[in-house]
C-alpha cells in the first residue's frame, strides 16, 4: 500500500496537535511526518508514532516533497503559505477561513458532499468547526424532507480560539479560586462564569463573521436555498461545541423517522433518552469522532418544524478530524 | 405613608434573601419584616435594616397578622403554604411554577401586564425567570409590530436552581483547580466547563418543564396567539441568564426604529455597540435590576425577523425584583 508525506502546518497549535493525533490514531498511511510551525518554534521536538520527530520552520521550499499539507495556521499564514504549498506540488487541506468562499476551492465535510473533492486544484478547504458538526446531523434529513431554514444558536467551546485561550480560561478559573483579579487577554471580557454573543470578528451588518461563517459555508456545502439565522456564543467549556438547532423543513415527517434516519446517518451517534436524562453534552463528546445528536423533538410552534442539540468535539471532528478524513477520501478516491 | 407587614418565605434561600435585599434597596414601606423559613431553620437570626431578626417557621398561624406574603419556598412548599397565608389575609405574591398556570391566578410581569393584578383573589403567581427577561424585552416590540413566533435558546445560571447549586458549581471549580475528582449532586452531570440541555424534568412531549413554562406563560401574560419553541440549557455561570431570541413580526419594520423602541421601554436598557464590543454579559448583570438588550440585527433568513440578545440577573429581574414590583405595584393601585 502506497504511504504518503505528510506536513502538518501550525502542528504546535491546539489544532495542529490534534491533527498529529488523529493521523497516528486513525493510522493514516504516513511515510514522512514532517511538522511545520512558525519560525522560532522550529527546533521543537514532537512525538509522532512512538519516534522523536524535530518541528522545522513553515516556509518556501519545505513543500517540495509533501504529498499533502494540513494547514491549521491562521487565516493569514494561509493566504501567503498555501499557494506556495501548492505550487511546490502539496495537496493542501486548509482549515482557516482564508479560503472557504473561493469558487476555486472545495469545502468539503467527507459525510457531505465528498464528491466536490473531484474538482479540486490543489487547494481544498476545510469548514468552521460550528457548520461541520450542524450539517453532519442536517445533511440526511435535507436529503429527505428538504431543509427551508435553520435557527441556530451556538454554545462554544474555548480551545476553538486556540491553546491560548484554553490557557486564558484556566488562569481565570485560578484566579477566582485564589480570590485574585481575573484578566481576559484574549477575549474582550473574562470568560470564566460568563457568555459572550462575540465570536471572531463584528461586519458591517452587525452579525459577527462567525454567525456569517455558519450561513455561506452551509450554503456552498449543503445547498443554497436554505435560509440560516445563527448566533454564536463562547461559553466556559474548554472543548466541544453545542448547538440549538431549530430546523423548518418542506415537507411534512413522522417524528420516528427522524430517529431512524439519524441513527443511521454517517458520522451521527443519537444520545436521546428523556427519561434516563441523556443527552449529548460537551464533557462526553471531547475526544470523540462523532457528531452527537440529541432533544430530538417537534417544534409545535410552526408546521414541519423540529429541535435538535448538537454536540461535537471542535477540534476533532470541527476540524483535525475533518482534515484528515479529506486527506483519506483524496486517497481513496486517487484525486492526489 | 402607610407601612406594611411583610413575609418572606424560604426567607434563607439564594431567591429569599435576594427578595430581602430588594424590599431594603428599594425602601418598600415595611413596618414589620418577618422572615419565615422551615422548622430547622427557625431561631437563625438575619439583619434587616440594620437590624437582628429571627427567622420563625413558616406554618399555618404565621400570617394572621401579614399583609404581603412573597413566597420563595418552592413549588411543594408554596400548594400547601400558601392557601393557608391567603386564608389568614395575607396577600401571597408566589415565585414558584405551583400557581402559575391557575386561571384564578394573576401571572404578572409589571411592565407587560399590570392590569392583571385587579382581579387577584389574594394569590399572585411570579412567572419563571428565563419568561419574564424575554417578555420584557419582547412586549414593546408585540405592541407595535405584532410577535407571530418566537426560537429561544437559553445559557442560564446555576443559581436559578438554588444555593445549593452554587455550592456545587464552586466546589467542582475547586476540584477541578486541585485537580480532585469532580462529583455531581445537584445537577445528573458536571456542570463545571459543560453545557446541560436539561433544566427541570422532562415531560411527555420530550420537552423539558422550563422550555413548557415559556411557551404557556407567554401565551397566559403576553398574547396567547404567540408561537413558541425553546431549548433551555444550563451553563456554568454563577448569576444572571442570558436568551438568543429570534422573533418573527407581523409587520414590516425599520431597525432604528426598534432600538428607538427598546431604548425607552420600562425596565429594558439597550447594549448594543458592535464597534466597541459591547453587548449584554451575565457578568455585569449580576446584581442590576435592567433587562440588557443587545445584538440587534434583522434576521436575514424570513421577512420580518428579528434577532435579540437579552441578559437579565435571574435572582432579581428574574424572581425577587419581580415580586416587589408586583408588592410595590399592589400599593400603588391600592390593590390591597
Known sequence: MRKYNIAVVGALGAVGREMLKTLEQ??????????????SNAGTEIIFQGKPVVVQAAETGAFKDVDIALFSAGADASKILAPI??????IVVDNSSAWRMDDDVPLVIPEVNPDALSWHKGLIANPNCSTIQMLVALKPLHDQYGIKRIVVSTYQAVSGTGQK????????????VSASPIRSNVYPYQIAFNA????????????????????HETNKILDKNISVSATTVRIPVFRSHSESINVE????????????????????????????????M???????DSVFVGRIRRDL??????????VADNLRKGAALNAVQIAETLVQKNLL
Chains 1, 2 share one sequence.
Do not use: C
Not at 196 to 215: A, C, G, R, W
Open 301 to 310: 410552534s410552526i408546521e414541519n418544524g423540529l429541535n435538535l442539540w448538537v
Open 85 to 90: 504549498a501548492v505550487a511546490e506540488g502539496a
Open 165 to 176: 485561550a484554553i490557557d486564558e480560561l484556566n488562569q481565570q478559573i485560578q484566579d477566582y
Open 249 to 280: 423543513m418542506k415537507k411534512p415527517f413522522v417524528l420516528d423517522e427522524i430517529f431512524t434516519i439519524l441513527k443511521s446517518a454517517p458520522g451521527v451517534v443519537v444520545v436521546d433518552n428523556p427519561a434516563e436524562a441523556q443527552y449529548p
Open 26 to 39: 486513525r493510522e493514516f498511511p504516513v511515510e514522512v511526518i514532517k511538522p511545520l510551525d512558525i519560525l
Open 282 to 288: 460537551a464533557i462526553e463528546a471531547e475526544g470523540q
Open 196 to 215: 459572550l454573543p462575540h465570536i471572531d470578528i463584528f461586519l458591517e451588518n452587525n452579525y459577527t463573521k462567525e454567525e456569517m461563517k455558519m450561513v
